[in-house]
């Protein structure tokens, strides 16, 4: 009886120690749960916004391929000794003086010649530019049309034609090239507004055509 107590008494203290031992291990290597994966909602909440995207091109852009913007300035040429005024693009480049005078910005040019001559009909400035073609047979013609442009009768004619090859690339682009033929007291003035295709101008354009005068 007395062995049966002790051998009782003997198991009780091992399980003691055995309980004591586990949870003395059980500190000594413990390790932080791992982090629970974050849902994708989560992820995507805590992701820095991406900007958005513009489908028009900027200002920058614009002016890049030769669009005048909208917010340009234009400035008057008067020119006294071809006697006439004009609009153009504040910043344009100008040369030549008198009666033959250039403006030009990248592609764009307002090319503007005034001569001696008589009223201008639809058939003549057709006729002026089938003469610009025989040197250059990238020329085009389109249908003239009459206009009335501060109470006058002014000739437009739009056609197209290849530009100068780049002097470094060689490369040359398809222009646009609206024409306004102004007569008034023996001269005529022929006034070129041309672009690259593909590049709009015709707001600005309508306005530099519409702010010639004689003077």
Known sequence: M?????????????AVGLVLGGCGGSSGNETSPAPAPQSEAQSQAQAPEAGPETETPSEAESAATGDIPD?????????????????????????GAGNDVTFQEKGNVIHIVVA??????????????????QGDPTVKVGKPERLTIAGAP???????????????????????????IYAHGGKVATVDLGTPVGVDNVDAYRLISQSFRWR
């Open 2 to 14: 007395q062995l049966r107590l002790i051998i009782a008494a003997l198991a009780s203290m091992l």
């Open 71 to 95: 917010n340009q300035v234009f400035l008057t040429f008067s020119n006294r000794p071809a006697g006439y005024s004009i609009r153009y693009p504040e910043g344009w480049a100008r040369r």
């Open 116 to 133: 001696k001559g008589g009223a201008v009909t639809p058939a003549s400035a057709v006729a002026e530019l089938e003469r610009l073609r």
């Open 154 to 180: 002014v000739i437009k004619v739009t056609y197209t034609r290849l530009s100068a090859p780049d002097p470094v690339t060689g490369k040359r682009l398809p222009l646009t090239i609206d024409r306004y």
